[in-house]
């Protein structure tokens, strides 16, 4: 049973600004969004926190179902109902309004249709942080929710060590949940150069805490990431527009990023380029060719030859 808001609050300081924001995006999420906001709701910490939570102009009754939580904890959950979509605008609308939201000076992350599962998460991870200043962001591991409609799998994530992790090594291995993550505001304003060549976010966000100071892992389960159906990932309409983009999203990586380890971003460069080979024009193949002989030569001519006259691509 869930508690009360002045139960959640009981051990907060009078009057103080929320230590922490949680940055929750939702969008046609009805089936999820309850499960999400009690898995804030369960958590049991010694400073205020705010749920930001976004509803970006849902066609089913999300909306509603945040409303409803609203009411009973209008002073935790403080949400923004969309009536135009800004995501669809891919122009940075959405991410502007999504981080004006957020007044913590520490920012928490959790999509609509993931959770948390563990009600001392927050205090763990806030409580690291505010011990080691050098650290900007904490994430640990998750358990995996396998919808209806997916292969069931065990992990989809690489096995978790308590210790820190470079820039490179969640550049070459995914590693984070992104409903594990905890970071800094000041990360916020790490300056990115084309933005708008981002295909996946978090793993700019991850990059952008690496280079701004140390990040921390905890080998435990405090969340748990859905796997379903129906998503940007498992929609095969969208492949081929992908592979087309991902060439740039590698580039800006490396652009903005020197942390990383130059010879394994190029080589991903050069992977991305040969895969895209088949779906763009002639002035296009002539630039990455030159691009890829520049950058890692094998690794480009090795995909590419793979790509043209085998089925191993």
């Known amino acids: 049973m ?29 089936k999820y969004i309850a499960q999400c906001l009690e898995g804030f709701l369960i958590q049991e910490t010694d400073f205020p926190f705010e749920v930001c939570v976004h509803d970006d102009a849902s066609p089913d009754r999300t909306a509603d179902i945040i409303r409803e939580y ?20 891919n122009d940075g609308s959405f991410t502007r309004v999504v981080t004006a939201m957020l007044t913590g000076k520490y920012i928490a992350m959790c999509e609509g249709d993931d959770y948390w599962i563990d009600p001392h998460k927050l205090q763990t991870q806030i409580d690291f942080l505010e011990s080691h200043p050098d650290y900007s962001m904490t994430f640990h591991d998750a358990e995996i929710k396998n919808e209806p409609g997916v292969e069931p799998v065990d992990s989809v994530y690489p096995q978790m060590e308590d210790r820190d992790y470079t820039a490179t090594e969640l550049f070459e291995k995914w590693t984070i949940p992104t409903a594990s993550m905890v970071y800094r505001r000041e990360v916020i304003d790490f300056p990115i150069k084309n933005p708008l060549n981002i295909l996946n976010g978090d ?47 590698f580039m800006e990586l490396k652009r903005n990023f020197p942390k990383i380890n130059s010879r394994i971003i190029s080589r991903a460069i050069c992977w991305a380029m040969a895969n895209a080979w088949d779906y763009i024009d002639a002035k296009t193949k002539i630039y990455y060719f030159f691009k890829g ?16 006259f085998s089925d191993k691509a």
Not at 5 to 28: G, H
Not at 293 to 308: C, D, G, I, N, S
């Open 2 to 30: 869930l508690r009360t808001q002045e139960e959640i609050m009981a051990k907060w300081p009078k009057d103080a600004k929320p230590l922490v924001s949680i940055r929750c995006t939702a969008f046609r999420q009805e």
């Open 70 to 89: 609203e009411a009973k904890y209008p002073k935790i959950i403080k949400p923004l109902y969309e009536t135009e979509n800004q995501w669809s605008k």
């Open 203 to 249: 793993i700019f966000l991850a990059e952008k805490c690496a280079h701004t100071g140390k990040i921390r892992c905890f080998n435990k389960k405090m969340s748990a990431y859905r796997r379903q159906p129906g998503g940007v990932t498992w929609d095969k309409s969208k492949q081929i527009q992908r592979i087309k983009e991902y060439p740039a999203h």
């Open 293 to 308: 002989m520049t950058l890692a030569p094998r690794t480009f001519l090795k995909k590419l030859y793979r790509k043209k």
